[in-house]
């Protein structure tokens, strides 16, 4: 498992997204609702870049003809074919069972890291009476992408690259 | 007038058990046979005007396709006598119940109560000249699809009849049978629990083709199946399925060796513009293998056994097939080519009996 500074916070807000590359692999993580989704950046289905899909939300349906606009901001819709995933697991909407793009964990570290997110009190290191002086802190959170390690809850079963169902476009 | 070719004749054979046949068609031989269940007025309004019968190209009367020969009686059109079907499909095939199809075109009466009063004489003749005469048959009912509030009244009014098994739509319609207009007749058909059948033909004034009219009778006729893969595609993704959860539907004689594409295509354009149909549940083809069934002819495959076994295991279901002669329609010469070479054991019990017992619940 290897862990990723992706970057700072405020550099990824809410609604949008950050394509990567690590370690040969481009990877899309997303900001929803201030919490952050990492996603393979190749569709199950063609290997397009799934990343790059229009985000949206969910049209449901209570009834028939009746339509219901949900979880906006939650559904990829992949570039090439209109298949669409759910951000927040991989999984797809029409078989979220078998056929989902590889998600990561995503964590925002807090100051006190190691390291490179980081909280330092800066100022004079003597205690000269004569010089008042305030604490200053630069808070540094930064997005933090986990490698080599699904998502437990999300991803029960490996290989999504090969869960492509038949018939495709 | 008796037609005899002798060795042409229709012959059944002995299948190895009963078997249910699925689709018999059935004719009103003239006016003159529903004027005992017209009432008055109904009568005086066809003795004084010139309709007849209504019009129908489906199936013209000396195309060989129409009829096998010694289907036609002394009097009357191919179809529309009692012994003769007894004798020509229920005894020659073992028939343990057979279900009558009357293409009487009553969605080609553009006066909707005419077509609703000629909808129930040919109900009320289906029951008094064949229902009540002969216990293997069962018959569809006749509606006046054209108005789906006059169908449904007609479905209420005989429904609850032993007799009647399904409602007859035909399959060329005003418009496809998903849309809610014709939400009527799937709910008259819910409260008898009827299956709702689309069958070959109709006259509505809509060509028969998407492409537009035809020039020649053999384009209409090959080319039906054309408009019951439309129909499927309408009523799967208008969510009927969905909305009426008990909706069984049969396609007769639309032929079913082109389900497999049909299947393949709606499936994969469905993952990507699902959005704009989402009240369906399930994958487009798992709603034609649950509640779709088709009958058996016409059989339109190649005649090796080993390309209908593949076809049938494309469509990834035995359940789908109904066995049906297609009488008086001339759909194949040898009694032995009525059904395919090859099958399991298991795929013919199914085929011959069980699949339409279960559907039907007879």
């Known amino acids: ?169 | 007038m008796q037609q005899s070719t002798g060795a042409l004749a229709p012959r059944g054979m002995d299948l190895g058990q009963a078997v249910i046949d699925t689709d018999i068609h059935v004719n009103v031989p003239s006016e003159n046979a529903l004027f005992p269940y017209l009432n008055d007025h109904w009568r005086e309004y066809l003795r004084y005007s010139a309709f007849r019968l209504p019009t129908d190209t489906a199936y013209p009367k000396n195309a060989p396709t129409s009829a096998l020969p010694t289907t036609t009686p002394e009097n009357g059109t191919a179809g529309s006598s009692l012994d003769l079907v007894r004798s020509q499909v229920l005894d020659a095939w073992n028939v343990e119940v057979g279900i009558l199809n009357c293409s009487y075109a009553a969605e080609s009466l553009h006066n909707p109560d005419t077509g609703a009063a000629m909808s129930a004489a040919v109900n009320d003749w289906l029951v008094a000249e064949w229902l009540d005469k002969e216990p293997r048959l069962r018959a569809s009912i006749v509606v006046p699809s054209r108005v789906p509030e006059l169908a449904a009244k007609e479905v209420d009014r005989v429904g609850g009849h032993p007799g009647f098994v399904q409602v007859y739509l035909p399959v060329v319609s005003e418009a496809p049978y998903g849309h809610r207009r014709y939400w009527p007749i799937f709910e008259a058909a819910a409260r008898h629990d009827l299956v709702v059948s689309l069958q070959f033909g109709g006259a509505p004034g809509n060509p028969p083709t998407g492409a537009g009219w035809p020039s020649y009778y053999i384009e209409e006729y090959a080319g039906m199946s054309q408009v019951f893969m439309s129909q499927i595609l309408n009523l799967v993704v208008e969510g009927g399925f969905d909305h009426f959860p008990n909706l069984r539907m049969a396609m007769i004689e639309g032929g079913w060796t082109w389900l497999p594409s049909l299947m393949w295509r709606i499936d994969k354009d469905w993952k990507g513009l699902r959005r704009e149909v989402p009240w369906n549940t399930q994958t487009p083809s798992d709603y034609i293998r649950q509640r779709m069934r088709f009958s058996l002819q016409p059989l339109d495959a190649s005649p090796d056994p080993k390309h209908m076994r593949m076809l049938i295991d494309q469509i990834g279901s035995d359940d789908v097939l109904m066995f049906s002669t297609d009488y008086p329609h001339w759909q194949f010469d040898r009694p032995e080519d009525a059904v395919p070479a090859g099958l399991s054991d298991a795929q013919r019990r199914k085929i011959l009996s069980e699949n339409a017992r279960a559907f039907y619940r007879l």
């Not at chain 1, 394509?19 to 199950?44: H, K, M, Q, S």
């Not at chain 1, 989902?100 to 964990?105: D, F, G, P, T």
């Not at chain 1, 008042?132 to 991803?155: K, N």
């Open chain 1, 1 to 169: 498992m290897s862990r990723h500074v992706v970057c700072r916070v405020e550099e990824l807000p809410p609604g949008e997204r950050k394509i990567i590359e690590v370690g040969g692999r481009t990877i899309g993580v997303f900001n929803v609702d201030g919490t952050y989704y990492a996603l393979l950046n190749r569709c199950p289905h063609r290997a397009a870049p799934l990343c790059k899909g229009p985000i949206t939300g969910l049209v449901g349906s209570p009834e028939q003809y009746k339509f219901e606009f949900c979880r906006d901001g939650e559904i990829l819709r992949c570039p090439w074919h209109g298949w669409e995933f759910d951000v927040t697991n991989g999984r797809s909407v029409f078989n979220p069972h078998r056929v989902r793009a590889k998600s990561y964990e995503v964590t925002v570290e807090s100051p006190d890291g190691d390291g490179y997110g980081a909280t330092r009190t800066i100022g004079p290191d003597d205690d000269d009476p004569t010089i008042e002086t305030f604490p200053v802190s630069i808070e540094q959170e930064v997005v933090v992408l986990h490698l080599g390690q699904s998502r437990p809850a999300t991803r029960p079963t490996a290989n999504v690259e090969a869960a492509s169902t038949p018939g495709g476009i």
